[in-house]
């Protein structure tokens, strides 16, 4: 006679958790480029919600001030005999002691600045070392440095972090990304759903406005419009500043954030554009289900038929459209701001680094890394969403699912309107 166990409350809720796991690494171990993207995408938003605490430097400060007595001091070559000190009093002839190294201040006589003051040295001295009363501060970033453990992506030609600049610029590419798909979606899908539901006049005014849009170039119509929205004296820019709680100088560690949230909305305005032609055809196809007719025949109002039948129906594809636009729209932001009318000059930006002309001189000279890694990293992170886009496309499609297809190699993900 079959006898009944109770097992223990710890075990039954111990098997699915672990049937939960293997079911992720299974599913990890058949989309491994889906896991790379994932961790290149987990990356940006790691390195944009803590770029404040991971940065190792200012990424626009050209001063890397370090104390010079029982602290870590940046690397300086063997060659450097010009340095810049603060708060020291030192004339020819004094000598002190950096990292172990023991130096004289030589003619010319050293000039105060605001920077410090700007002294030549002897290295390796024989005399007696200078004593300080605090604590010397240096500045030994070098313009052009080469990778080093001080400065792991080396520096720019204005002696600037090269890596934190990088990582402040994930800040940049999320910030804008972001707004614009939040902003562009939400708009984009409002505009569908009203213009594929009520057709007629006012499908034929929505339709030729969006025909307008996409007739011009993306790249093109994105920089007419940043042109003009974004100069200092127009109506919309005032408007921002005048009647919005943006905030016109830095926040968050971005030093012009009115600026890089105005080049989102011209963004967000493209991304608008093309969703609202998409939603627009979803539309038209759904309003006519036999449950349109039925809510209509009850008499439900247009706009509970449009918010509480039709658009539920089209939300998966609101949300699948902005996984897919997110990474153009950070790849727009690196194009505009390649061609010097994105974010404000100075701003860490992926595509402002690329864009700088000095840069892309000394690129031919054999410092590659000021262009190198700000294009790396802005290549990983549109990959990533592309390959993310492919595995979750993958997962969900039953044709894909199982077929050994999977994998995310297409890149199909990252097609969008620019």
């Known amino acids: 006679m079959a006898r009944e166990v109770a097992l223990p409350l710890e075990i039954e ?19 491994p480029l889906g896991v790379f993207g994932l961790s290149c995408v987990s990356l940006l938003f790691f390195c944009g919600i803590f770029a404040d605490l991971i940065v ?69 001295s024989s005399q007696a070392t200078h004593e300080a009363g605090a604590a010397l501060e240096l500045d030994v970033a070098i313009a052009n440095a080469d990778p080093s453990w001080s400065h792991p992506f080396g520096t720019d030609h204005n002696a600037k972090d090269v890596l934190s ?9 999320l910030l804008i990304g972001l ?11 409002f505009f569908g759903v009203i213009s594929g539901y009520f057709g007629k006049i006012v499908d034929t005014i929505i339709q030729r406005c969006v025909d307008i849009l996409l007739a011009f170039p993306a790249v093109v119509l994105l920089l007419a419009i940043i042109t003009v929205v974004g100069d200092e004296d127009s109506s919309v820019r005032r408007f921002l500043a005048n009647n919005t709680p943006l905030p016109k100088g830095e926040f968050i560690g971005i030093p012009t954030f009115l600026d890089v949230f105005i080049v989102a909305l011209v963004i967000g305005l493209a991304v608008a554009v093309f969703t609202t032609r998409v939603v627009r055809g979803a539309v038209l196809s759904i309003k006519e289900n036999v449950y349109v007719e039925a809510a209509r025949a009850m008499g439900a109002s247009d706009a509970r038929i449009m918010w509480r039948h039709i658009f539920p129906n089209v939300a998966a594809l609101v949300v699948i459209l902005g996984s897919v636009l997110l990474p153009v729209a950070i790849l727009a932001e690196a194009a505009i701001s390649f061609l010097g009318v994105g974010v404000p000059l100075g701003t860490p930006s992926w595509g402002a680094d690329l864009s ?25 992170v549109v990959l990533g969403f592309n390959m993310v886009g492919d595995a979750f496309r993958d997962l969900s499609d039953p044709r894909l699912r199982g077929s050994g297809l999977g994998g995310g190699g297409g890149g199909g993900a990252g097609r969008g309107p620019i």
């Open 356 to 380: 700088d002309e000095k840069s892309r001189q000394l690129m031919l000279e054999g410092y590659w890394w000021p262009v190198f890694f700000p294009g790396l990293a802005l290549s990983l």
């Open 56 to 124: 190792p430097y200012d990424p626009e400060a050209t001063l890397r001030e370090r104390q010079t007595f029982g602290a870590l001091v940046n690397t300086i070559k063997p060659t450097d005999t010009k340095l810049t000190v603060v708060d020291a009093q030192l004339d020819v002839g004094t000598n002190f002691d950096i990292d172990g190294e023991r130096m004289t201040v030589v003619p010319p006589a050293p000039i105060v600045s605001g920077a410090g003051t700007t002294l030549h040295v002897q290295r390796a």
């Open 179 to 189: 707004t614009a798909i939040i902003t562009g979606v939400t708009a984009g899908a």
């Open 165 to 173: 600049r990088v990582i402040f610029g994930a800040r940049i590419s």
């Open 13 to 31: 809720e111990e098997r699915p958790r672990r049937r939960r796991w293997q079911r992720i690494l299974s599913t990890a171990r058949k989309h």
